[in-house]
């Protein structure tokens, strides 16, 4: 009877690093996989590289961006409080002289207060070119030859808003009895977009300093 033989598996040949044929079947089999696995690893290593150059670009993007946009509104509020401070310089050189554009210096919203006694609060522009004719009728008027306009912030905000404050000297003549008297004051000015005072106030006590010239 045939017997079926089952045919024996192939031995492996087991490599002998000692051998240099071995060797460098070994080598040439692995070498391939090795040069793939590097370069993945270094493919790797570029890309965190190219990652971490992208975000430090934008970060040094964004603070230019951020800065240059801190200086322009500053610049835009700087300029802007240069321009009031004239406006306010004008305003006061024209009352000395008894001559006011009320409409070249007020909006017609503006509101006006002081620190007269008996005040009822804040008057309009035409409550205070009332006031200012019954005082030219009888007082000459002088300030300070030099001051220094400060500026002001927003009360929200403290970022400068083109808002003008300061402190002077006034001087009240009374042209009747000849009598003058110096007091110090503190005035500010608030503007619209326009460049037009919106709210206009002074601090002192003008209605004991009237009184003494009687």
Same mark, same amino acid.
């Given at each position: 009877?045939?017997?079926?033989?089952?045919?024996?598996? @192939?031995?492996?040949?087991?490599?002998?690093?000692?051998?240099?044929? &071995?060797?460098?079947?070994?080598?040439?089999?692995?070498? @391939?996989?090795?040069? #793939?696995?590097?370069?993945?690893?270094?493919?790797?290593? #570029?890309?965190?590289?190219?990652?971490?150059?992208?975000?430090?670009?934008?970060?040094?993007?964004?603070?230019?961006?951020?800065?240059?946009?801190?200086?322009?509104?500053?610049?835009?509020?700087?300029?802007?409080?240069?321009?009031?401070?004239?406006t306010v310089q004008e305003y006061l050189n024209?009352?000395?002289?008894?001559?006011?554009?009320?409409?070249?210096?007020?909006?017609?919203?503006?509101?006006?207060?002081?620190?007269?006694?008996?005040?009822?609060?804040?008057?309009?522009?035409? *409550?205070?070119?009332?006031?200012?004719?019954?005082?030219?009728?009888?007082?000459?008027?002088?300030?300070?030859?030099?001051?220094?306009?400060?500026?002001?912030?927003?009360?929200?905000?403290?970022?400068? &808003?083109?808002?003008?404050?300061?402190?002077?000297?006034?001087?009240?003549?009374?042209?009747?009895?000849?009598?003058?008297?110096?007091?110090?004051?503190?005035?500010?000015?608030?503007?619209?977009? &326009?460049?037009?005072?919106?709210?206009?106030?002074?601090?002192? *006590?003008?209605?004991?300093?009237?009184?003494?010239?009687?």
């Open positions: 009877m045939y017997r079926y033989r089952v045919p024996s598996r @192939p031995q492996m040949k087991e490599l002998n690093p000692c051998n240099s044929k &071995d060797y460098r079947g070994f080598l040439i089999t692995v070498e @391939p996989l090795l040069r #793939i696995n590097i370069f993945l690893r270094f493919e790797k290593k #570029i890309q965190k590289m190219k990652n971490s150059i992208l975000v430090i670009i934008a970060a040094l993007l964004f603070s230019c961006n951020s800065q240059n946009e801190t200086n322009n509104t500053s610049t835009n509020a700087d300029q802007k409080f240069l321009s009031n401070c004239i024209d009352f000395i002289n008894e001559s006011i554009d009320y409409k070249k210096y007020f909006n017609d919203t503006c509101k006006i207060r002081g620190t007269s006694f008996n005040s009822e609060g804040p008057m309009s522009v035409d *409550d205070r070119i009332s006031r200012h004719k019954e005082m030219w009728a009888k007082y000459d008027f002088a300030i300070s030859d030099s001051i220094n306009f400060l500026p002001g912030v927003n009360a929200e905000t403290k970022e400068i &808003d083109g808002s003008v404050r300061f402190y002077f000297d006034w001087t009240i003549n009374n042209t009747e009895n000849g009598k003058s008297i110096t007091i110090p004051l503190y005035m500010s000015f608030d503007f619209d977009n &326009d460049g037009k005072i919106n709210f206009y106030q002074f601090f002192g *006590d003008i209605s004991a300093a009237i009184s003494s010239l009687e």
